[in-house]
């Protein structure tokens, strides 16, 4: 919450004119990648798309709301083994794993962001540009330290990298921590359907 009013205070209400394009870009790109992975376990699975998605809603739900795929852990668990019928022995392995391996959510989100501030900067990209920043990004995300703050290393990393001016840093701290809750609940829904 202080991140985004000192980012009003800073830069005023214009501030939102850079920061919806990012978020919604987020937001469609999270949501895509789930849509597409649930689709796809249901024709793989002959389940109705809509049967899994009510199944693995709570978990979806708690992503959403806390931003945190540890809140939602217990839940995916409990989901896993008595509605999905998965066996405890691989849900104790491979939720854990899936946890920190899913990361595609992730990558879609910190690209929408850094794209758009590249893009909010004038700065010119191409094809090769988002295949070296989703390589990139997606290395860097798999090592994200789960705390707090841990984004802000990954972003650093990413603006130094791509040559976005630090002065933007606060911007994309606060659009990371908005797409946070986008991003968590699809990689909670992720995780579950893989």
């Not at 376990?41 to 945190?68: D, E, N, P, Q, Y």
Request: with cysteine.
């Amino acid at each position: 919450d202080l991140s985004l009013v000192l980012l009003i205070w800073e830069h005023g209400m214009g501030i939102f004119a850079i920061a919806w394009k990012p978020i919604v870009l987020c937001a469609l790109t999270s949501f895509g990648l789930m849509i597409i992975k649930i689709l796809t376990v249901s024709a793989r699975c002959k389940v109705s798309a809509g049967l899994l998605m009510k199944k693995t809603s709570s978990s979806f739900l708690i992503g959403l709301a806390t931003a945190s795929s540890t809140a939602a852990f217990g839940t995916v668990m409990d989901i896993n083994t008595k509605k999905l019928g998965i066996p405890e022995e691989l849900n104790n392995f491979g939720v854990p794993i899936g946890n920190i391996l899913c990361c595609s959510t992730t990558s879609a989100g910190f690209i929408a962001i850094i794209y758009s501030l590249i893009e909010y900067n004038g700065i010119k990209v191409d094809i090769t540009w988002f295949i070296t920043a989703w390589i990139i990004i997606t290395l860097i995300s798999f090592a994200t330290p789960p705390i707090s703050g841990g984004t802000l290393v990954v972003l650093t990393v990413m603006f130094a990298q791509f040559g976005i001016p630090n002065s933007l840093l606060g911007i994309a701290v606060v659009l990371s921590l908005i797409a946070d809750f986008f991003m968590t609940a699809s990689k909670v829904e992720i995780m579950q359907m893989e």
